[in-house]
């Protein structure tokens, strides 16, 4: 069974830098889909960003330009580089997976989460 473990939020000024990382265990990061998400106090959860088992990425409007999705397949372990961080990034960043076979995925196509992290973005 697979295992996600976030790593790397915490407190930030707004223009900041953060990496979050995840390690994954019982399954390889190269063989599903993986992305992360995120929920905000009081907000549903949203789609960040998304990486296919062929390295093609996608992400949400809100962070195109500034978040960037990367994995490191001998480290077994997913990354997203947030920069020129925004208060309104604030939120809990879960590190998901996708159903095997699954190319781009909605939140119904996810059969595993992490426990999240906190990302604070405040002067």
């Known amino acids: 069974q ?3 473990a ?4 915490g407190l930030v000024q707004p223009g900041g830098s953060l990496r979050l990382s995840c390690a ?3 399954s390889s990061v190269s063989t599903n ?4 998400y995120r ?32 994995r490191d397949i001998a480290k077994n372990t997913l990354y997203l580089q ?3 961080l925004k208060p309104e990034d604030t939120a809990v960043y879960y590190c998901t997976r996708a159903k095997y076979g699954t190319s781009w ?5 996810l059969d595993a989460w992490g426990q999240g992290t906190l990302v604070t973005v405040s002067s």
């Open 2 to 4: 697979v295992q996600l």
């Open 39 to 70: 929920q905000a106090p009081g907000k549903q959860r949203e789609m960040v960003a998304q990486i296919t088992t062929g390295g093609s990425t996608d992400y949400a409007d809100s962070v195109k330009g500034r978040f960037t999705i990367s």
């Open 105 to 109: 995925f909605r939140a119904s196509d």
């Open 82 to 84: 947030m920069n020129s």
């Open 24 to 26: 994954a265990s019982g």
């Open 33 to 36: 889909a993986m992305g992360w």
């Open 6 to 9: 976030e790593s790397g939020g």
